[in-house]
């Protein structure tokens, strides 16, 4: 069955760097929509940044020039490399997978498979 493991979540303060990864088994990894989203206490769930299978990928306008997906197909490795850390950053993050990503792959509405995500703390 598909499954997909986070890691590389912890405290971090301001400024400061994470990569987290997301681990991928059970489903064709090169063909899939994967994206990351983040969820932060009495918050909804926001698309932080997505890949198409081809390659093409999107941030949220609130992370753009800080947060970078990225990929690799051989060790099916889904990765978000986070940079300038800021407060706001605080919340639980979580890897997804879609065999089809209608829009940006940045809405909640287009994937069906949901890691269990990892904790990111940022803190002034």
């Known amino acids: 069955q598909v499954q997909l493991v986070e890691s590389g979540g912890g405290s971090v303060q301001v400024g400061g760097s994470l990569r987290l990864s997301c681990a991928a088994s059970g489903f064709t990894y090169s063909s899939y929509c994967m994206g990351w989203f983040r969820q932060a206490p009495g918050k909804e769930r926001e698309g932080v940044a997505a890949?198409?299978?081809?390659?093409?990928?999107s941030h949220a306008d609130s992370v753009r020039g800080r947060f970078t997906i990225s990929k690799d197909n051989a060790k099916n490795t889904l990765y978000l490399q986070m940079n300038s850390l800021k407060p706001e950053d605080t919340a639980m993050y979580y890897c997804?997978?879609?065999?089809?990503?209608?829009?940006?792959?940045?809405?909640?509405?287009?994937?069906?498979?949901w890691g269990q995500g990892t904790q990111v703390t940022v803190s002034s």
């Open positions: 997804a997978a879609s065999d089809y990503c209608p829009d940006n792959g940045l809405g909640t509405h287009e994937y069906n498979y």
């Open positions: 890949m198409d299978s081809d390659g093409t990928t």
